[in-house]
């Protein structure tokens, strides 16, 4: 079946510095990408949504500054946290999803821990 | 504004028996609704979906039901297992890009 694979699963980092997730989608072609955020005992939020080629689209309130997506190749896109604070610490889960799916064949990746110290 | 609402944060059932989880949605649009499966630390795994044309969908022991007047479906799983135990999430889409409202979560714990 589909495996998206997401690193890296769990990082801590210092307040101000950046951090990149990225993700791949193993055994096929994802056309496009999703990017979510889950704080605890929340809903999976969209942050934005990637196609291959072209730039992302980001929902309301997300800032495109903070939170750089980038969608270069078929197999991998990344999302960089710029400049982390504290309220950044989340956990930060993608999907991908190929041409051949039909319809809503999303595979999820396992996710990333960030937390910002 | 929560479109998808799943009102019980967790819900505990003995082995064996049905466990129902419930959700409601506020956005019209909505014609496709989805639940997904989440340990802790992991992504969420696809369970089972159910189209706005259909009120019942079958997998297994998994079975949604969509009552579209009221807003609302339900996930019946029977019987239960302790490896259900998990957090269960309900989503919803509309339109053609494919993008998914989520709800909160609803925990459920299956006692051996």
């Known amino acids: 079946g589909a495996v998206v694979s997401q690193h890296p699963s769990w990082v801590i980092c210092k307040s101000g510095t950046s951090v990149k997730i990225e993700c791949r989608s193993l055994?096929?072609?994802?056309?496009?990408m999703f990017w979510y955020r889950q704080f605890p005992k929340q809903s999976l939020m969209l942050m934005a949504t990637?196609?291959?080629?072209?730039?992302?689209?980001?929902e309301q309130g997300v800032e495109k500054d903070k939170f750089l997506i980038n969608h270069a190749s078929l197999t991998l896109s990344t999302l960089t946290v710029t400049s982390a604070h504290p309220e950044d610490s989340s956990f930060y889960i993608c999907?991908?999803?190929?041409?051949?799916?039909?319809?809503?064949?999303?595979?999820f990746g396992s996710g990333t821990r960030l937390t910002v110290v | 504004d929560q479109q998808v609402k799943q009102n019980s944060p967790s819900l505990s059932v003995q082995e064996g028996r049905i466990s129902i989880l419930n959700c409601d949605y506020t956005?019209?649009?909505?014609?496709?609704f989805l639940w997904y499966k989440k340990y802790p630390a992991e992504g969420p795994t696809f369970l089972i979906s159910?189209?706005?044309?259909?009120d019942k969908n079958e997998d297994g022991r998994f079975t949604v039901f969509l009552n579209k007047s009221a807003k609302h479906l339900s996930l019946h799983i029977v019987p239960s297992q302790p490896g259900d135990s998990a957090v269960y999430f309900c989503?919803?889409?509309?339109?053609?890009?494919?993008?998914?409202?989520f709800g909160k979560g609803t925990l459920l714990t299956v006692n051996p």
């Open positions: 999907s991908a999803r190929g041409r051949s799916m039909e319809g809503y064949g999303y595979t």
């Open positions: 055994d096929f072609q994802a056309t496009t």
């Open positions: 990637s196609n291959e080629g072209s730039k992302a689209t980001y």
């Open positions: 956005n019209s649009m909505f014609d496709y």
């Open positions: 159910i189209s706005s044309i259909k």
């Open positions: 989503a919803a889409s509309g339109g053609s890009n494919y993008k998914l409202t």
